[in-house]
Each structure stands twice: as C-alpha cells, then as structure tokens.
C-alpha cells in the first residue's frame, strides 16, 4: 500500500531549482500536516518544512528564504520549491503525512534522491 507517491527528484547545479511533489491518496483521511523531511548520507533525518491543515508553516533555518512548501488541496498534493540550491542541500527527500485521529499515525513516501553539484 502506497499512500504517498514523491516526485521532482534530480541533479542540479548550485543556483539551480528543482520542485517536489507528493501525491497522498485518498485512503489517507484526517491529515493534519504534510511535510518534507531529509537525511544526507550519515546524518539523521531532519525536518525540512511543514504545512498544517490550517495553512501554517515552518521550515528549518537552512532553508529560509530558498524553499517554499504548498499544497493543491484538490489534487491533494503538497509541493517543495527549491530554489538556490546549495551542495548541502544534497539528501534524500521523504513526504511525510499525519493523522492524529482517531489515533496518531504517520505515512512516508518512499523518498527522491536530491543532489546539488558545485
């Protein structure tokens, strides 16, 4: 069962842009946020922006400024703009979806490879 299908994933320079796109299914209900986490190689998974239900959202200090997380809620479809792509940006990106009723529970994409040559 996949509920969470990642794309947009690719090589870049350093400057470049790319856009990821997540597609939940509808088996998913009650989502209260959408977000995209990543982990370079060694490092541990880390939150790279959030969008709650409500609109709100957060972003880690790295990318401030460069990245900008929205949804086509139709299409129930959360995308990452990427722009001025750094070589530290390099990672695997995962979708991530939460549903805290009637019990919390998380879904993860399968992840899309992200590297950023200098």
């Known amino acids: 069962q996949v509920h969470l299908v990642e794309s947009g994933g690719g090589l870049v320079q350093a400057g470049g842009s790319l856009r990821l796109s997540c597609a939940a299914s509808?088996?998913?209900?009650?989502?209260?946020?959408m977000g995209w986490y990543r982990q370079a190689p060694g490092k541990q998974r880390e939150l790279v922006a959030v969008?709650?239900?409500?609109?709100?959202?957060n972003y880690a200090d790295s990318v401030k400024g460069r990245f900008t997380i929205s949804s086509d809620n139709v299409k129930n479809t959360v995308f990452l703009q990427m722009n001025t792509l750094k070589p530290e940006d390099t990672a695997v990106y995962y979708c991530?979806?939460?549903?805290?009723?009637?019990?919390?529970?998380?879904?993860w994409g399968q992840g899309t490879q992200v590297t950023v040559s200098s």
């Open positions: 991530n979806a939460k549903t805290p009723f009637p019990s919390s529970y998380e879904y």
């Open positions: 969008l709650t239900r409500s609109g709100s959202t």
């Open positions: 509808e088996r998913i209900f009650g989502i209260s946020t």
